[in-house]
């Protein structure tokens, strides 16, 4: 390819709405640009990088014994109505009527039409198991749509669905899937973690997650070197528990003190003697979550146990306790309490459900009753559940995901098999998701130097990037078509930079662009012979001769 026949619009300054390093790369580099909020174009350089992720996922994917699909990305709401996810999604949702005024969705992911499919073309235990896959564009209404491309309202996903006839099974296609996953990013070049999660909306009882490191990620995970690793939104930890003092329970006046540091800063005692008592509202009413003052909530915890919630108003709490929010505690009220294992012993300081008191030296279990549980967030440093080692928390990009689906979908969508005795069963499901874009900012993120990106080179949009320094010079010219030549003919994919401008805004764009590696064809190389080649990751230079360069090179890449 050459870059004066290439669409290759490349910036010198970051977008001024953009905070994520790939987001300003991608931008500058000329990838994409933004249409709306969430929603981006992919420009030829781009499209390239995308592309060759998918054919990495195309070929481990196959590799497995999985078939290539394509479903619909706009779908009748009933196949949705079916299984509950129509309105347990909520406004993440696109949603629309069609002429007729039937609703339609717009798919965010498609467990439901592939078990619709699955449930009137699978009949019997000898056509198992099937492992189908897309690579599909998926759509949400994404509230704060940020970070370029990693958190979008349209998006790539390669998701794939396994349909085996019992559990074992699914354990197998679980596995496959997970050393195909692990073999995706490494060909891709990208440091991940695998690690327990969150079903989430996916439902089933068994998830993980692939994690790419990364300052920018929105998600955080604890790990430990034993090898523990959990998204936070279930991950456990041993706390420490300080000295507490006696029992006996006293009501004190906290006068204009309402926070947990107001408290404590006011009773001269430490955050970790106080319960935060959280009023949430829940279909089935109101309900009290408490964790001990110096640690937070984790609201994904509390969720699986009480389902749906949201925060009280102050109204509510006025309400329901009679106080003003800031002196709520769990005595005298009749709701369902929820409280964190960290507060089964000791004694602490609670809202008193009375404006300006607080009760000192309660005893949760014995002065109020409580369903004990984990509902509290994980901290760095925190003891690992496993050893005697402390976790650490990173923040992380996630790039993949893997869910054991059992029969949540298959059941209500009836989507059964008969076996050998001819006796009906549920079909057994596992659901797989990759996104390509992710991988990609991941491998910026992780790579970038203050240059601009490095690629690794099975993504890279082209493994060289030649740069020719006076397209004029007739000499320079015939010795860069002839070097472009035999790289093109090595199979080696390579841009050559003809443009007609300054050696300066080359070289800064070869930079930026990130390609494995740089060939340099100049007044030197006339003189000497020799192209000057550099490596993009860590400036490592060579020099070799014209007439072998194209070998060299090659060569070169092998060893990336």
């Known amino acids: 390819m050459r870059a004066s026949k290439l669409f290759f619009p490349t910036l010198k300054e970051d977008p001024a709405e953009a905070e994520a390093i790939s987001h300003k790369l991608m931008v500058r580099a000329g990838l994409v640009r933004q249409l709306a909020a969430g929603l981006y174009i992919y420009l030829p350089l781009g499209q390239r990088i995308l592309e060759k992720i998918c054919r990495i996922i195309r070929e481990e994917m196959n590799a497995i014994g999985a078939q290539e699909l394509s479903m619909p990305i706009m779908h009748p709401a009933e196949v949705w109505q079916q299984t509950g996810r129509y309105n347990d999604i909520g406004e ?37 198991p099937q492992t189908w896959y897309q690579i599909q564009t998926k759509l949400r209404d994404e509230a704060r749509p940020k970070s370029g491309v990693l958190r979008t309202r349209e998006f790539l996903m390669k998701d794939s669905y396994s349909f085996d006839a019992n559990e074992s099974a699914l354990d197998m296609s679980y ?38 490191p990364s300052y920018a990620g929105e998600d955080e995970v604890a790990m430990c070197n034993c090898g523990y690793a959990a998204n936070v939104e279930l991950a456990r930890s041993v706390p420490e528990f300080p000295e507490y003092p006696e029992p006996g329970a006293e009501e004190v006046a906290t006068p204009d003190a309402r926070t947990i540091e107001e408290v404590s800063a006011f009773l001269d005692t430490g955050p970790e003697f106080m319960i935060k008592s959280l009023m949430v509202m829940t279909d089935a009413g ?54 964190d294992k960290c507060l089964k012993e000791g004694t602490f300081i609670i809202g008193a459900n009375k404006d300006g008191y607080h009760i000192e030296g309660v005893i949760p279990g014995k002065d109020f009753e409580a369903e004990f549980a984990d509902i509290r967030r994980v901290r760095a440093g925190e003891q690992c559940t496993c050893c005697d080692n402390k976790l650490r928390v990173e923040q992380v990009i996630e790039v993949g995901n893997i869910f054991k689906l059992g029969t949540k979908y298959s059941e ?56 020719l320094v006076q397209p004029a ?88």
């Open 175 to 212: 596995t496959l899937h997970v050393q195909a996953y692990k073999r995706i990013f490494e060909r891709c070049g990208i440091e991940y973690y695998m690690v327990e999660s969150d079903p989430g909306m996916m439902g089933g009882a068994t998830a993980h997650e692939f994690m790419a």
């Open 286 to 339: 109101p309900a009290l979550a408490m964790v001990r003052g110096d640690q937070e909530l984790q609201e994904s915890k509390l969720g699986r146990i009480i389902g749906a919630h949201r925060p009280a108003t102050p109204e509510e709490i006025k309400e329901i306790t009679g106080a003003e929010a800031g002196f709520t505690g769990p005595l005298g009220l009749d709701i369902r309490k929820i409280a």
């Open 92 to 128: 993440e949702m696109f949603r629309l009527k069609d002429r007729g005024g039937r609703d339609m969705v717009l798919g965010m992911t498609h467990e439901e039409i592939v078990t619709w499919l699955a449930a009137r073309e699978i009949r019997s235990y000898r056509e198992l």
């Open 412 to 467: 209500p969508l009836n989507a059964t098999y008969l076996d050998e005795s001819g006796k009906e069963h549920p079909l057994i499901m596992g659901s797989y998701g990759i996104g390509p874009a992710r991988i990609a900012a991941a491998a910026i993120e992780q790579l970038a130097d203050e240059k601009g990106i490095v690629w690794p080179a099975a993504i890279a949009p082209f493994k060289v990037h030649l740069v």
């Open 473 to 560: 010079d007739n000499q320079q010219s015939a010795i860069a078509e002839k070097v472009y030549s035999q790289l093109m003919a090595n199979g080696v994919e390579t841009l050559m930079d003809d443009r007609d401008i300054s050696p300066g805004v080359k070289f800064a764009d070869a930079e930026l662009l990130g390609c494995p590696v740089r060939v340099t064809v100049g007044k030197r190389t006339v003189s000497s012979g020799q192209v000057e080649v550099q490596v993009r990751r860590g400036g490592e230079e060579h020099e070799f001769e014209i007439g072998a360069a194209a070998k060299e090179v090659a060569g070169l890449l092998d060893t990336l």
